[in-house]
């Protein structure tokens, strides 16, 4: 999904049905943080 949005082909990353630490270990790794959590 990072390559995606580096060649512009979307412009932000969403999750969905993630919890908190869930959230925190993909911030914590990700180039693009996620911007919305479904």
């Known amino acids: 999904m990072e ?3 580096d060649k512009g082909l979307v412009k ?3 999750l ?3 919890n ?3 959230i925190n ?3 914590s790794t990700a ?3 996620p911007v ?3």
């Open 31 to 33: 180039r693009h943080t």
């Open 12 to 14: 932000a990353i969403g």
């Open 3 to 5: 390559k995606l949005v």
């Open 20 to 22: 908190a630490m869930q």
């Open 25 to 27: 270990d993909i911030i």
């Open 36 to 38: 919305v959590n479904q």
């Open 16 to 18: 969905s049905n993630f």
